[in-house]
């Protein structure tokens, strides 16, 4: 999901390494046994939630996604250098990506959206038939397909296809890097800008394969018009050598490509540029790298573009570019913002090129912290997990305390799931929906006690004392997290036995002194009194004890402004009164 926000961001230093070869002429960018990677992220279905039952596979090793819609590998591989992820679950398409990694380093917060199959068209395989969407026309030949043991079939066709054209977004969906073989089985990269992905099925449900060429009209999606006429080579996913392959050729006429080809799973068009390696190190300009945020690289002055990449957990962005051209490079978040764009000189073919760049992530630092206590006001021990946008970050307890930091960038509230364990391994605290605000401190204070809370609140209104006191009435007192400022929400509260009266008095801070921006209420049978953020004179509540989140508390407050009275508001009326809560 996008924001369509811009954030422009100054560069502040550019530095160039020269280029390294080896005896050939290439250094590889890794080792190709087997190393330690780490890959995890979210499925998302259709509708934006997460997908529950995705079988996830790494590198050969499956895992199948929970209600969370995540998914995590940590291990081996056996080839840093095309680590392939694959999503597949019944009634959608199928995705496969291949991943350039570094030994001990990952890729995290990675997020794929299931595209469902949907039925494009159907017809008799024995009389062939034409499909046609809103971005493409099929025209299939007669006796076209075999079963994929290669036996013969004849009956029906079921054509199905996404909704959509494939467009820029859709290169974190299909298969691949920008690799390439050339029919003369050269080593290329791809600069491509469009493409279709069509799955075949007999009456049985099962996939069939094309053996005779279809015909295809493709509406181009972006028109370039230095090339109106111009003749383009196919590439087409080879599942089996995980890599792109020259597959024919689209001619460009106007507005239109067409053309033939029996490769329909995974196809696309672009042009193809000698092989080179890209290794570009993102940070802030100190320590801290850019990982999970979008890497792209491709030739300048062109409409299309290579492959977007993921930053890794050591900063490294790790891409087979165009060799023997100037370059360049951009990083956004995933969320869209763009940061900085990059000039990387033309590095020759079959070389490796280092390039530091540096970003402003200050607006993208997010820390979660807190502490977790017992009746005595102690610190608990053990662990603490925090699950957040695909990623599990675990710590230490240090007399109770926890803290999380890590990059984020979406605006809007968003949840995480908070579990503390004791040092028996035994879950004391849980929270599952845990807010967090991007670029914001979040504090979280809990307590481990089962005690019940006692207290006494008095307020004043109008010459009349209301009481609110245990054991006859409920009186509590809890933090939660202000969705405005990602701080701290004190709320004071009491309800008598018949549930007829009832009082709130909420504040910013977890701390004690004066506070000059707080709300409180008072209802009861014929009467009710709020006053509301926002809408009134700061008033004054004097905190003279407090200990921490649900234990002692105890103060004074006293309005200066007007209260909404019974229901109608202007009504100037004073509301004063004492609060003390504690274990």
Known sequence: MKLNRLIILFLTVLLFHGCKKGENGFVPPNDPQSK??????????PDGYPAEGVEVTVDGHKSVTPASGLFEYTGTVSNVDKVKLSISKNGYFKYSKIFTLEENSSIEKLAYYLAPEETAGSFESASGGTIATSYVTLVFQPNSFVKED?????????????????????????????????????????????????????????????VKPVN??????????????????????????????EAGYAQANQQDYTGSTTSLSYLRWGVA????????????????????????CGVNGAYRGLSWVRINSKGHALTYVAANTELGASVSSPCSDFLNSFPVPAIATGTTFDQNMVVNLTPYQTYVSGKIEDCSFNGAKGRAEFTFDGKKMVTNLNNGYFSFAFLYCQISYSRGQ??????????????????????RTTNHIASVCTKPQTGKITVNVEG?????????????MSNTIDLLTGGPLVIVSAE????????????????????TLYTCGLSMPGSKYLMSWGLYEPGTAQITKYKTDNTMIEGTFKTKANLNFSGSGGTEVMLDGSFSVSR
């Open 36 to 45: 330690e990677i780490g890959l995890s992220g979210t499925i998302y279905g």
């Open 150 to 210: 290669g036996s013969s079939y004849n009956g029906k066709i079921t054509v199905k296809m996404p909704l959509n054209a494939i467009t820029y977004d859709y290169e974190n969906k299909l298969p691949g890097d920008s690799r390439a073989l050339t029919a003369a089985n050269e080593k290329v990269v791809v600069e491509s800008w469009g493409g279709i992905n069509v799955q075949v099925y007999n009456n049985a449900g099962q996939p069939l394969k094309l």
């Open 216 to 245: 295809y009209t493709y509406k181009r999606q972006r028109y370039d018009y230095t090339t109106p006429n111009e003749k383009f080579r196919i590439w087409a996913y080879n599942e089996i050598e995980d890599i792109w392959k």
């Open 273 to 296: 540029y000698p092989q080179a390696f890209l290794r570009a190190n993102v940070t802030d300009g100190m320590i801290t790298p850019a990982s999970f945020f979008r890497f792209n």
């Open 418 to 439: 908070l579990v503390v364990y004791d040092e028996q391994n035994k879950v004391i605290y849980k929270d599952d929906d845990y807010s967090v605000t991007a670029g």
């Open 464 to 476: 009349r004392t209301y009481t609110f006191q245990t054991p006859q009435d409920k009186v509590s």
């Open 496 to 515: 008598n036995a018949a549930k007829t009266q009832s009082f709130t008095l909420s504040y910013l801070g977890s701390a004690g002194g004066n506070v």
